[in-house]
């Protein structure tokens, strides 16, 4: 709306010779505005992309209010090796942490859920006391988080190598993504919620739990995406390593009348099929709960609390799918 104002108050009418004509550096008053250039850099006829299909005032309004908050669209959108960066491989060491952290602690409360309801019963049925309800759960707690710290290193570094692998797969996609939508499409895929929620607590802003969960969502969208693509292909070879396994062993012995030497296509097939729909229902589910979490944790505490809310709703979503059996992701 500024550029509109200031353009407005530069085309000013004068007669000269019965006809009406703009006063003279008008159309340099529309060069100089830079909502009015980023609109036409971004969503005219001449755009990179050659998208139109917005109306000229909405894209001046969604580009004035950018510049409003003062970033420039796809501000936050990274470069294809930016997360090698020494700052970058920190923030990504501590994100993994917290994630498996999260994931590890979700998985215990459920466990610990269960094994108290149980012995609940167990007491109000007479098969054991108090005490030794009581004495069981604490030996129960002790193994189990020893258990689970036994191999939080082996996971750590396991999600570590997926961490930058999905990183490489997600500047694919939003490279991808940059030549078929618009570029105000393509700033919400590629903003930052932490760095955004940070900028509007400066300038006082308070967004909503819709406004917070429905942007965590657009700017991870590309992230489970690509996750989903790595476990896809690393279902994909886990089936090819199995077939040629199979196939080796049914040449050597190629004699055999048994069952087990015997290669089902179709059921393997079945099973692929089965596998990567319970993987994509998986990432949904997972994304769902994570932009629940970083939206009630945005409003709590913008920045860190919607980093902390988003990993615990990712991890509360794989809980959820486990709870149902749905979770049927290859690499963990």
């Known amino acids: 709306m500024i550029a509109l104002s200031r353009t ?18 008008a159309s340099d008053g529309w060069q100089q505005s830079p909502a009015f250039s980023l609109a036409s850099n971004h969503f005219g006829p001449g755009a990179p992309n050659g998208r139109n299909d917005e109306p000229s005032t909405r894209r001046v309004l969604a580009c004035s209010a950018v510049v409003g908050r003062g970033r420039s669209l796809c501000a936050d959108r990274r470069g294809a090796f930016d997360h090698l960066a020494p700052t970058q491989l920190v923030k990504g060491i501590v994100r993994v942490t917290v994630q498996q952290g999260a994931t590890i602690f979700s998985s215990y409360m459920s466990d610990q859920l269960k094994e108290d309801m149980a012995r609940d019963e167990k007491v109000q049925n007479g098969e054991m006391t108090s005490r030794e309800a009581d004495e069981e759960a604490a030996e129960w707690s002790e193994r189990e988080w020893a258990k689970r710290f036994e191999v939080l290193p ?7 190598m997926k961490y930058h692998a999905t990183t490489l797969i997600m500047r694919l996609y939003e490279h991808l993504a940059s030549r078929n939508v618009s570029t105000s499409e393509l700033d919400k895929l590629t903003l930052d919620p932490f760095s955004s929620a940070k900028r509007r607590q400066k300038q006082g802003e308070t967004p909503t739990f819709m406004e917070s969960t429905r942007e965590s969502w657009n700017a991870n969208l590309i992230a489970y995406l690509a996750d989903y693509s790595l476990h896809q292909i690393i279902l994909a070879a886990g089936y090819y390593v199995y077939v040629r396994d199979r196939q080796r062993k049914m040449h050597t012995n190629r004699d055999s009348n048994s069952e087990d030497s015997e290669l089902h296509t179709g059921s393997l097939a079945l099973s692929f099929m089965k596998k990567s729909t319970l993987l994509g229902i998986s990432r949904f589910v997972c994304l769902s709960f994570a932009s629940i979490g970083g939206g009630i944790g945005n409003i709590f505490y913008p920045g860190w609390g ?27």
């Open 306 to 332: 919607y980093m902390f809310g988003f990993n615990m709703g990712d991890g509360f979503g794989a809980t959820v799918l486990d709870e149902f059996d749905l979770n049927d992701t290859p690499l963990q």
């Open 154 to 160: 082996t996971k750590l570094i396991t999600a570590y």
């Open 8 to 25: 407005s108050t530069t085309l000013q009418r004068r007669q000269t010779n019965g006809s009406v004509v703009p006063d003279k550096g």
